[in-house]
Every structure is written in C-alpha cells, then in structure tokens.
C-alpha cells in the first residue's frame, strides 16, 4: 500500500512570494490534514478536510494560506504572500474517516514526507 | 491550559535497556484517542501505538507498550529492549471531538 505523498520535498523562497504544497494520501482515506510543524516543536494542524469537506480550519492563518480538496483525493495548501515566520516543515496526514464523538483507531493518521519550507 | 504535556525535553537510555517517556493530557470528552509517533531526523513521523479511552487493556505493539491511565489523565509510552534506531523525537498526541493536538515531544538518545 502506497503512503502518504508530499512534493515538493524542499522549497525555499522570498518573503512575499507565493508557494504550493500537494498531497496526495492513501487510497481509501476520507480524512486529509495539514500540519505546520516549526523546528522544535510538535506539529500544529491547520486544516483538516473529511472527503471535500473542511472539518476544522481554526488554525489555518486565512489572510496568507489556503487549502482545497476539490475531488475529495487530493489537497493542496497554498501560502500567499509568505512570511519569515512561516519557515517550518509542512506534514499532510490522511486517516480511513473521522467522526465526533468516537476517537478511535480509524482516525489514526499516518503522515508523509513532509515539505521543508524556508523564507528568506 | 495544555491539552497535552510531554515535561522531558530529552531522555537518555542504555541500548537493550527498557524506557518511559511521559505523556499527560487534559480532555473533558468521554470519548477520545492518544497517540504515540516517532520522528527520526528524516523528519517523517511514524505511528507506534494507539490507545482508546474505552480500552481497558494497555495497548503493546511489539517493542512498544502504553501504560494508560485514565483517572489520571496519562499515556506514557514504554520501549523494551532499546536499540540505537531508537534514537530520535517522540510525540504523544490525543484526539477529541475539538481536534487533535501533539505534545512537545521527547528526544530520545540510546547509548551503545
């Protein structure tokens, strides 16, 4: 079975400029999240998506990044414009469903790669 | 308040020796989930374990073994017979019907 992908691996740009990340998550998978994960510390989530559909965007910093899972598949998170602060590792993790009030094992999440971003 | 706290920044242990790493958590959810992953200096995070709040039983996975307990609010992580591999970040996580959040993690260093 095919893990989670992430491209690219690696991007560095200027602050103000533009940058997309995709993710594409295991087969069979309803529910795809974005983390951003700052060099030491644990990831924080950002967006999480149940097939097409946002579930929780809370943390998501909506005047610069933007996500979309328009076929329910595959995701990108986009930032516009970037900022020093947003240089970190940005982790897609998909899981088979989530639901409220169960907490159980299907929501285990299994991640990707990841993509190192540096603004400079 | 933390939803999750992890109060060692950095463990060491002697390999083929057992270690704890310490995870507590704060939901007012009956129904939840806490997880466990490694991080290695890849940076890819890999699930160890997974317990639910309803399991009565400690969940083990091999080398990996979670010692719950629920009234008072932990889930640390134990790893028998530590190999050098085992070097690398730890992160407890837990899932409830607001989201799920991770510690701040544990670095983890075996000796030869």
């Known amino acids: 079975e095919a893990g989670v992908a992430q491209s690219p691996r690696y991007k560095i740009i200027e602050k103000r400029q533009s940058v997309a990340f995709w993710c594409n998550p295991i087969?069979?998978?309803?529910?795809l999240y974005w983390y951003q994960q700052i060099l030491g510390q644990g990831p924080k989530l950002l967006i999480q998506?149940?097939?097409?559909?946002?579930?929780?965007d809370s943390q998501l910093p909506k005047d610069r990044f933007s996500a979309e899972r328009l076929k329910g598949v595959d995701s990108t998170l986009k930032i516009q414009p970037a900022k020093l602060e947003d240089s970190a590792v940005y982790l897609c993790a998909s899981s088979l469903e989530w639901m409220v009030g169960r907490g159980d094992m299907t929501d285990t999440q299994y991640f990707g790669p990841g993509t190192r971003l540096t603004v400079l | 308040a933390q939803k999750i706290t992890q109060t060692q920044p950095g463990m060491f242990v002697q390999e083929k020796e057992a270690v704890t790493l310490d995870c507590t958590y704060d939901?007012?959810?009956?129904?939840?989930?806490l997880f466990w992953y490694k991080q290695p200096s890849s940076g890819e995070m890999i699930f160890l374990i997974y317990?639910?709040?309803?399991?009565?039983q400690n969940a083990t996975e091999g080398r990996y073994s979670l010692n719950f307990q629920k009234a008072r609010k932990s889930a640390n992580l134990v790893i028998s017979a530590s190999q050098l591999g085992d070097s690398a970040m730890y992160f407890c996580?837990?899932?409830?019907?607001?989201?799920?959040?991770f510690g701040a993690g544990t670095r983890l260093t075996v000796k030869p």
């Open positions: 939901t007012s959810d009956q129904s939840y989930g």
């Open positions: 998506f149940q097939n097409n559909g946002v579930v929780d």
């Open positions: 317990q639910g709040s309803y399991d009565e």
């Open positions: 996580a837990m899932r409830d019907n607001d989201d799920m959040r």
């Open positions: 087969s069979g998978h309803a529910t």
